[in-house]
Every structure is written in structure tokens, then in C-alpha cells.
């Protein structure tokens, strides 16, 4: 049974040994390391904080194909900026500051001809997940970093920290804080910027920690990551279009997730050409049926082919953006470099060896 409060803390992005390599352990405090679920932060959250694979919770990654689609005009009117779709900074100002901050039109980085067959499918507010969140479920304090959008990408873990350090009091809280991540993808794992961030926001957490435990010594105090992150070196352009032809509703469609490609095939002509554009890509494979089976993501909805790339390596341009960048994740979750972290003063309990296991630890402690 749960003596005293529980304070979670999720750093997105820290892998173990990012960890020991850059933080410091308690010895009063357990370190391991889990094998994360597949796909990105969308997936891994509820995973971990609901307990619910992709096949349970009804999405894989952050974009699914529509059943009907709709606002054609809209996107008819943008196609001829798909001109500019390879020239990487006059796209991501048309697409991030005019259609984004100014007409909060969210087109990511699909080509608008593509934007009318997909819909955004899932959040990354911790509050929103719903589908029995433990948060809710024991009524958590959440103090959420992603909800600063006011200030910039690399400032939002402070502004979190900062006012959790002044209203913190005895009571089941939760902090996500979520730069780091964004910071390793443009400057890379081990670059100035991430250490320098990690350090700094690690600092105030470990004062957090002390707060917390000074209120009531039987404090519990649990934090983890989603994934790790490793450096890429090998950038790869998809052109299946090359290869299979122009998608659409009635032949094919596929989804580039930087580290994975999702197809849908709904005229049967085009499985085969799908399959032999895969077999010449050496850097990565299809998932298997049992594979797909492991991971919860069997729902043909996830796509009839998912491909994911071997660590290092990432497709550019993709639908998330035309640039390269320096970090990514999303490989085979039992890469060293894609483990995420687990750190607890709870030491009676096994740590968790994947996603599903923190749900269980979670469970168990509340």
C-alpha cells in the first residue's frame, strides 16, 4: 500500500547512459534501464502512463490516413507551393510562420497535394491522454512543460521547473519536462547545447527531489524517460513515387516518419511494386507479423507495410520536416543507445524491463 506522496518526474529523451554519463545517482536511488514500445513519444506515453499498446489505443505514430477526406479546396489552392517543398527554408517559413503561427493551419511537412489524406491522430500533453491515465486516475497535480508555447522550444523545461520550484507542495505530482529532445535533434546527443541543458535542468531537479523528500522521508520519487537518442550519419532520400507511382485514395499512400515509412495499399496492383521498393532499401526492413504482433501494432490502419530504418539513419526530406537533423530515435528498442531510463528511491520493487512494465510499476506503487 502507498505511504506518503509520489513525485514523477519524465525527462523525454534521456537515455541510461546519458544518464550516468551526465547526472548523478543517490545511492539511496535505483538506475536501470527499459526497452522502450515502438514508434514515437505519442506512443510511448500512453504506454507507459495508461498501459494501452497502439492497438489498444486506436493510433501508431502522429498522423493517420483519413476515412473521408475533406477541405480539398484548401490544399488545391496550396499545391502550387509544393514548388518550393525541396528548398528546406523558404518551405519550413511558408509552412511554420504563415500557415502554422498565422493561420494555425497545422500541414507539418506533407506536400499539400498529400494534406487532405491525413489527419493529425494523437497529442503529446500528458493531460489529454485519457483511456484510464494514471494521472487522473489518482488525481496527480500535472505540470507539463509542452503547455509553455509561448516561450521558446529550449526554454520551456526552466519555465516548468521555475514554477514548480514556487507552488510545489506535499502532494502527488507529476512534471514532464521535454526539451531535451528537441535540443538533441538539432545539435546532436552529446553537443554543448544538450549537456549544457541536461545539466542545468538536472540541477534543479535533484533540488526538486530534496524539497520533496524533506516534506515526509516516506516520499516516493520516480523518474524515467521514453527513449534514448543517438547521432545520424546516414541521410536517405525516399522517392517511391519514382517507383510506384503517384499516391491517392484509390491506389496506395504512404506516410515518411524519419525513421519509419507507413504504406497503405488499396488497390492490390500496387502490393508487389510496394514490396520490391522496399527490398532495395539496405538500411532498414518491413516488420514482420510477429513483430508487428510483439509491439501491439497489428491494426492494418498502422498501414499494410511498416518500415523502419536501422539506427543512424533517417529518411530526408520526411513528413516532419525538409531538414536534416543531428539526433533521432525510434530504432530497434533494444539498442543501447534507444534505452530509456528508469530512477527511483523505491527500491523493493523490480524496475521495469519495457514500456508496459512502467505502467505496472506505476500501478503497483499507487
Keep these: 500500500m502507498k505511504s506518503g506522496n509520489t513525485l514523477i518526474i519524465f ?6 547512459n546519458y544518464f550516468k554519463k551526465y547526472g548523478s545517482v543517490d545511492d539511496s536511488f535505483k538506475l536501470g534501464s527499459f526497452n522502450p514500445g515502438i514508434g514515437f513519444s505519442n506512443n510511448l506515453y500512453p504506454e507507459m502512463l495508461c498501459g494501452l499498446n497502439p492497438d489498444q489505443i486506436g493510433y501508431f505514430n502522429e498522423w493517420s490516413p483519413v476515412k473521408k477526406v475533406k477541405n480539398t479546396l484548401l490544399y488545391s489552392l496550396l499545391r502550387p507551393f509544393d514548388l518550393f517543398y525541396s528548398l528546406v527554408y523558404p518551405n519550413a517559413g511558408i509552412r511554420k510562420i504563415i500557415l502554422n503561427k498565422i493561420c494555425k493551419l497545422n500541414v507539418a511537412n506533407i506536400p499539400y497535394k498529400y494534406r487532405p489524406f491525413f489527419k493529425p491522430s494523437s497529442s503529446h500533453d500528458f493531460r489529454l491522454l485519457g483511456n484510464g491515465n494514471l494521472l487522473d486516475e489518482y488525481g496527480f497535480r500535472i505540470i507539463d512543460a ?10 520551456r523545461d526552466l519555465n516548468c521547473l521555475n514554477e514548480i520550484k514556487n ?16 535540443i538533441q535533434h538539432v545539435f546532436g546527443v552529446d553537443s554543448n547545447e544538450s549537456v549544457s541543458h541536461f545539466k542545468k535542468t538536472y540541477e534543479h531537479v535533484c533540488d526538486l527531489i530534496k524539497k520533496f523528500t524533506d516534506y515526509d522521508s516516506s516520499n516516493q520519487v520516480i523518474m524515467f524517460s521514453d527513449h534514448g537518442m543517438v547521432d545520424v550519419d546516414k541521410y536517405i532520400p525516399f522517392k517511391i513515387e519514382q517507383s510506384v507511382g503517384e499516391p491517392s485514395m484509390d491506389t496506395y499512400l504512404y506516410f515518411v516518419d524519419a525513421t519509419y515509412v507507413r504504406v497503405w495499399v488499396y488497390n ?23 513483430e508487428r504482433k510483439e509491439f501491439g501494432v ?8 511498416i518500415f523502419r530504418l536501422d539506427e543512424k539513419a533517417m529518411f530526408l526530406p520526411n513528413f516532419y520536416g ?5 539526433a533521432m530515435h525510434g530504432y530497434d528498442s533494444k539498442l543501447e ?3 530509456a531510463m528508469f ?3 523505491i527500491t523493493d520493487i523490480p524496475l521495469p524491463e519495457n514500456s508496459s512494465d512502467v505502467y505496472r510499476f506505476l500501478k503497483r506503487v499507487l
Design 167 to 182: 507552488t510545489l507542495k506535499n502532494e502527488d505530482t507529476f512534471v514532464s519536462l521535454v526539451d531535451l529532445d528537441n
Design 343 to 345: 530512477y527511483t528511491n
Design 146 to 155: 509542452v503547455e509553455y508555447r509561448d516561450v521558446s522550444y529550449r526554454e
Design 298 to 305: 497489428t491494426n492494418l490502419d498502422f498501414g499494410d507495410f
Design 337 to 339: 543507445s534507444q534505452q
Design 268 to 290: 492490390e496492383n500496387y502490393r508487389k511494386k510496394v514490396t520490391d521498393f522496399f527490398s532495395d532499401i539496405s538500411s532498414g526492413r518491413l516488420l514482420s507479423q510477429s
Design 322 to 326: 525538409g531538414r536534416q537533423v543531428k
Design 11 to 16: 525527462m523525454d529523451g534521456v537515455s541510461n
